[in-house]
């Protein structure tokens, strides 16, 4: 591998890791301590719960693009490596977009997919709406590592 392309890749892979330990933060400092109560910790589980139907879905691109990308470096076809990364980087970001469109105009129909208690709704509200537009950020650093 020629040095530019060594050095693209550490580039690449902190950059990924940032954005990885980012979105983790956020979603550390907003999930409210389970000590509230009941309903803060069913709320956060029924919003964990749509956020891992995302993360499934954005694993799914990550493990494919993972996949291509060894078979182009085994080829030596690294040009096709840079089309690879900016596809798949474009169907994370709009898989990723819509969920989070979708959780911000719909939240209280989502989070009761999982629970229909009201007051569980009220509180996994606020997790719900970070959580889903941290994961733009998250499936980008997906694809980038």
């Known amino acids: 591998m020629p040095v ?37 910790d069913a709320g956060n589980t029924a919003s964990d719960s749509y956020t891992g139907l995302l ?36 169907y994370v970001v709009g898989f990723s977009l819509s969920f989070a469109v979708l959780g911000t105009f719909f939240p209280r129909q989502l989070i009761s997919l999982f629970d229909s208690d009201p007051a569980v709704i009220e509180a996994g509200m606020p997790k719900f709406f970070i959580c889903c537009w941290g994961y733009v950020l998250y499936g980008i650093s997906e694809v980038l590592l």
Do not use: W
């Open 4 to 40: 530019k392309d060594r050095q693209t890749a550490h580039i690449s892979f902190f950059a990924g890791f940032c954005f990885v330990n980012a979105a983790m933060a956020v979603e550390t400092m907003i999930t409210p301590p389970v000590t509230k109560g009941y309903c803060t």
């Open 55 to 90: 993360y499934q879905v954005l694993v799914g691109f990550y493990t494919a693009s993972v996949s291509f990308a060894g078979q182009c470096y085994g080829a030596q076809k690294y040009k096709r490596i840079d089309k690879l990364f900016f596809t798949a980087c474009a």
